[in-house]
């Protein structure tokens, strides 16, 4: 690799730097999914052509998730020498407001944070926006660092996100991207790399939390005219949305890392398996391979450096079951999405039998990170065996829904009162899923667990690809097992007894119980059904799908005993198991209840007690919603 | 070769082997329903399972897809291993009660049929051996999967007429549970083969696939002896003359 390389790419990230911080005004939309989906589009229109009829001296760009999903549409302006500030829950008609002000040369009102320093991970710098702390109107606005939603995070994976425009491979360098690929390329050799990566302790974020640079060292140690490498993006847990959120907000790092995974294992070849429903991320990739390509960063002889490498995209058509490794190869083979037995493991013998590394958005996008600041700080972040941090989407009954990185190890305590603000209408916290549909549930006393692979584990649950679903205390755990197994029979691909046929057949003993045919035989036969298809399953799909169950059964038996004995569910959802009823002690005649119920189950004479005709009451809880005095009971 | 010891018994067997094939050498019974001989393995059923050791991890696979590899450890029969295939012939016996093969093996394991489910009395469970057969051993590749989970069938494309099928008849033989039927109308005879398709006789049907086919006559016997398509697909194959299959196969002799 030559020096005129290396300076090409000091030059390049010059120029990010001026797109990064020009010396106008910057305006800003967050334009991932979460942004577009709340309206970030208009917004983003309102600007730019707001911009030009008012004749703002402006720059006007996109950005990815910054996390805070539940204030989307997001809109930062950054004003020469004052803070970057933060507009939540932006219309076009609040747009127009922002740029009057700006037009008049003041501060528009109504941010909500502002951020002083942007941190350069990478390069281990900050860049102050500019400090106007004498500005009354700015001190007063509460800074990002001193937000509760960002104080416990640590953004590695997500760094950029929220902070460069993903269609600008320049803001991406300016931040220190490219540049872990242009050293290694020139000082290190494969085999350094992939002990780097091992002396990290990074773990595989896809789900089962393998070593990644155990995995590299298999395929690389493995004899064979060619290898691959395939990030995998299909991302099918519902809830979970991660992997579209770097896809979206920083491809590049994603690209980066599969460079370095490339030149560690010794492949010339990658391969992007992303669902198709993800329609930007996939744009956004295109997009940003075009730009490294362009740059000399994808393609042949890659920085003169005599590596080559280049990257396909292959578009899954969204089932659960191609997330599983074995059956994602096979899906890119252009046949069945279908799991086989492993050994071989893929790093041995996988697409096109070759020897293939498959690794997860996530950990890919953590790769270029780890390698530009070394193992030793990554292994700093964490605990004894989980290294570094997680991305976890926080979502459910919380106050504050969004992605999150924490250093692994955090409490769940953490995660949901300080950092997702606690559950919302000042509702008890009852239980979080963690992992995905199967993973497990953890009840409110396990509140304080350091989340990492081997507590999660030990309490019953996995890691999985960090969905962190929150219930408060009207959730029905029977049901939640339900929805879950539901969920899993249907993406059963039914290759195997167990999973095709036993995973239905436990779905139809929890739709018994939550019915009120359940009888007490039933938990038995549940657990042990549970336990052998854990045992005979052929992929972790099927591995994995009774620890719903299990998990459910472990921390909240006593619910499961209520259905089954007394025929009843305590948090009042399974249909069949409540009835309601109006306590007349408490009911104030207002009417409020007859006036909502759309089956015309309720009488009552105004000012005097209401009832509730059960014969023909449909159960659908609208009467509860609105009586102000908490009257109707179940 | 690999060395490797199962059910305490040491041997050593060729690269690749599978653990089905040593245990078969060795006369230690492991149950199959998705595995045969002359087909690729699969792996699907679960009923071969065995536990692996192997530097004291220890890992339940399926005998029928696993290659022996050095330093192993194989259990086919402790008390987990036999838990799972009952657990297995129950989940099937609620499928295909009337499949012999499953009635066969419960009485083999001492299964009963599970009360607390309803049977769904479908005879295929998606084995697949009709598939690969039809595919390896035929080299038609007339019918496989349709749907997932537990909706998996055997099938022909999208349920209707298979175009493919030359009503060899494999699959028939192949399946374990009978699932898939084949019958053969004499002369003039009519039959339904399935809505709105209707064949006079002499004809071959398989039902499953939607497939009738008009059986050709030998030229010294008299009889109907196999559909024309098909003598036409194997002619092809095999670079047969065209007046091969003039006469059964009886009569060639
Ligand atoms: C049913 C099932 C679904 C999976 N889905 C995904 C997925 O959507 N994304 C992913 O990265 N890994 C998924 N995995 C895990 C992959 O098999 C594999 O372990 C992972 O991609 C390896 O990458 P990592 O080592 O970087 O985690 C899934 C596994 C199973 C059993
Ligand atoms: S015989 Fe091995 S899995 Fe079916």
Redesign the pocket.
Known sequence: MNAKAIKNVQGLKKEGLVSLFPDKIKIIVGSASCGLAAGAGPVFEAIKTGVKEKRIKARVTRTGCIGLCHQEPLVDVIIPDKPRLTYGKVTPQAVKKILDALKKGKVPQGAFARIDTEEFLLEGTSRTYGTDSEDPQIAQIPGFDVLSFYQKQSRIALRNCGFIDPGNILEYMAKGGYTALAELLQSKSPQQVVSEIERSGL????????L?GR?WKMCRAAHADKKYLIC??????PGAYM?RSILEGDPHTVIEGMLIAGYAIGAAQGYIYVRDEYPLAIERLQKALKQARTHGLLGDDILKSGFSFDIIINRGAGA??C???TA?IKSIEGDWGE?RQRPPYPAQRGLWGKPTV????E??ATVPAVMHNGAKWFSALGTQHSKGTKVFSLVGKVNRIGLVEVPMGTSLRDIIYDIGGGIPDGRAFKAVQTGGP?GGCIPAELIDLPVDYEALSRAGSIMG?GGLIVMDDKTCMVDVAKYFLDFLENESCGKCTPCRVGVKRMRELLDAICSGSGIIEDLALLEKMALNIKDSAL???GK?APNPVLSTLKYFKDEYLAHILLKKCPAGVCKNLITYAIDPAVCTGCGACLKACPADAIKGEKKKAHKVLTKKCIKCGACQEVCPVGAVVT | MVALKIDGIATSVPDGTTILTVAKKLGIWIPTLCHHDVLTPYGGCRLCVVEVTLDGATQIVSACTYAAADGIEVQTCTERIIGIRKFIVEMLLAEAPQAEVLQDLARDLGVTPPERFQPRNELCIACGQCIRACREIVEVSAIDFAHRGYERVAASPFFQRSEDCIACGTCVDICPTGAITKRDIPAGEKAVVADGINITGPARIIDNWKVGLALKQCEKCGEHFAPQFQLDHFSKRASLPDDFFNVCRQCRT
């Open positions: 773990r595989g974020r896809g789900g089962a939390g393998f990644t995995k995998n993006a299909d991302e099918g847990d992997d659960f079951v997330g599983e490794e994602l799991p498959i690794n997860n958005v950990t890919l199967s690809s992929c972790g799909l994995t």
